[in-house]
Nanobody
Framework: QVQLVESGGGSVQAGGSLRLSCAAS????????MGWFRQAPGKEREWVAA???????NYADSVKGRFTISKDNTMKILYLQMNSLKPEDTAMYFC??????????????????WGQGTQVTVSS
């Protein structure tokens, strides 16, 4: 059974940094596209970043240049390094996987498995 477990969220001041992690289990990690999404209260869940099995990456315009997605295939961990955080980055952050898909994928419906989320709060 595929499991994704996020960690690393917290509260920071604007301009600060956080690194989110997503531990994956239950499948052959190297052949999946992985992504990060976020959802703020009262808003739709939005795509943030994605990385495919060839380590190609893609980012939403709102985070480009500030966030970096990466993965450790050996440890089966997905990361999201978030720098220069802004109050508008406040949201619940979710990792997701897309089995056997060629990525990096940007649409929510393309992902099959989801974690439970980790909260990020950025104060001004």
């Amino acid at each position: 059974q595929v499991q994704l477990v996020e960690s690393g969220g917290g509260s920071v001041q604007a301009g600060g940094s956080l690194r989110l992690s997503c531990a994956a289990s239950g499948y052959s990690y190297m052949h999946y596209c992985m992504g990060w999404f976020r959802q703020a209260p009262g808003k739709e869940r939005e795509w943030v970043a994605a990385i495919d099995s060839d380590r190609r990456t893609n980012y939403a315009d709102s985070v480009k240049g500030r966030f970096t997605i990466s993965k450790d295939n050996t440890m089966k961990i997905l990361y999201l390094q978030m720098n220069s955080l802004k109050p508008e980055d406040t949201a619940m952050y979710f990792c997701a996987s897309a089995p056997g898909r060629i990525g990096p994928l940007t649409h929510r419906h393309e992902y099959t498995y989801w974690g439970q989320g980790t909260q990020v709060t950025v104060s001004s």
